[in-house]
């Protein structure tokens, strides 16, 4: 699979083939980002504080802090730059929700930390700013790369069904009140905020039998501090 020149392009029916843009008020909602690896110099904004274009080859170049990417939607190009962002791990990329491939579940299932699959299509935006008069044909899903990004993606606000994820691909779902008022009884005892990595160490100090029986404990409370309790900073939580 060649690395020549990858550039950000939406594929379908209604829209064409061309070079097409994030919209603008989805990227707000996800916060500022160091880097887009994989857009063009003839953007119509920024989506990060630095870019590689298409002539750089963001496939070649070294990835650096918090990434966003928007890869080419053609599935002969989306398996190398899905492959760099799980290595990189630490960023939200945008993709068309085809769950059934060979790439969604190699790439995607087993190294991302969550999806937010969108409510609606998408409409993209041409080189001058102007939005596509056609939806993009497909439905999309955000995929968030390490702990952090799980947590803005379920606290941006954005319409749509945000599901955990292990590292095996396992969807965590289902809820438990059990392990929210193990939760709670800790902020009550120790104290707020607290990280989701401490609420986890603590945990399973608390309640050790638990953890060891259920091998998606740390996802598991994750999701009941984004469903039940205060964002207050990246990845950290409070109970008001």
Known sequence: MS???PIIHCHDNKVGTHVWYTPPDLLAKLGEFDLDPCTSSSRPWDTAKNHYTRAENGLLQRWFGRVWLNPPFDRNQVEEWLRRMGDH???IALLFARTDTNTFHN????RADSLLFLNKRLHFYNSLGHRAK????????LIGYG??????LAQAGLRGK??????????VVGYDRTWREVIRSIFVNVGDPMSVARVFELVCQVVPAKVSANPHAREKVR???QQNFKRVAPATYATS
């Open 3 to 5: 690395h020549k020149n």
């Open 89 to 91: 791990n630490d960023g």
């Open 107 to 110: 790439e995607v299932f087993a």
């Open 134 to 141: 056609t939806n993009c044909g497909a439905p999309c899903v």
């Open 147 to 152: 702990e952090t990004n799980s947590d803005v």
């Open 162 to 171: 945000h599901f955990l994820l292990n590292r095996l691909g396992v969807v």
């Open 223 to 225: 999701q009941i501090l």
